[in-house]
């Protein structure tokens, strides 16, 4: 129960504050003393932002959390000056990379387009360099059409940035796709300007096992 108390106070406090005000390479070591799972449950449904409790939810934290932190920084930051058409957020010990459907896709299409194909493989530079990492790519869309049809539109987008990320030697092994449809609203869907917000695909940059495994070793050191 007091752990639980803990989280809840935790979550609560994360929220009043807001994430920007942490420092970046903070966050996973607060996040990780009360138990990184639970906390970022708790947290992504009550933000109503599924790549935040994602995110949280796979961190260390600690002295190996922020390590990792310092890392993702500097992913986070090259990210952001090489792809200027993503919005590149550091949450924790990781990273979320948001491009906008009509960034990659055609209206109602799943087919990447040629400037899609630009920015990721601008992505790909960066992700190539940090070999460490795994990449969870998510699938979203507005609220208009049927549920099952946004859902599938929303797989098939997710499954196509992974398979021309594989085509570029980003192991398959590092990725991973889910298209959740147009359940996770981000924005506003009543509007035609939240509506296009919410059709957007994102990357979700986190650290893989031997990542977490060198940063207890220098953690311990």
């Not at 906390?39 to 190996?64: D, P």
């Not at 799943?110 to 920015?119: D, G, I, M, Q």
């Not at 893989?208 to 070793?217: G, L, W």
Request: glycine content about 12%.
């Amino acid at each position: 129960m007091k752990k639980l108390s803990f989280i809840m106070i935790l979550s609560a406090t994360l929220l009043m504050i807001g994430c920007s005000a942490l420092n970046k390479t903070q966050k996973g070591a607060i996040i990780g003393t009360t138990g990184g799972g639970a906390a970022g449950a708790v947290i992504g449904r009550a933000a109503g932002n599924t790549a935040l409790g994602a995110i949280i939810g796979a961190a260390v934290g600690g002295a190996s959390g922020a390590i990792i932190g310092h890392q993702m920084d500097k992913q986070a930051d090259e990210i952001a000056k090489t792809v200027p058409d993503a919005k590149v957020v550091r949450v924790g010990e990781g990273i979320v990379v948001e491009f906008s459907s009509n960034v990659l896709f055609g209206f109602d299409q799943s087919n990447l387009s040629t400037e899609a194909r630009t920015n990721l493989d601008k992505l790909v530079k960066i992700l190539d360099g940090y070999a460490d990492t795994n990449i969870e790519i998510q699938g979203h869309t507005d609220s208009k059409g049927s549920l099952a049809y946004n859902k599938t539109l929303s797989q098939q987008r997710a499954a196509a940035v992974s398979n021309y990320l594989n085509s570029k030697n980003i192991s398959g092994n590092r990725l991973s796709t889910v298209g959740f449809g147009e359940t996770l609203p981000k924005y506003q869907n009543e509007t035609e300007t939240g509506r296009s917000q919410n059709r957007r695909v994102e990357f979700l940059i986190t650290a893989n096992e031997k990542m977490k495994a060198e940063a207890e070793k220098q953690a311990g050191k």
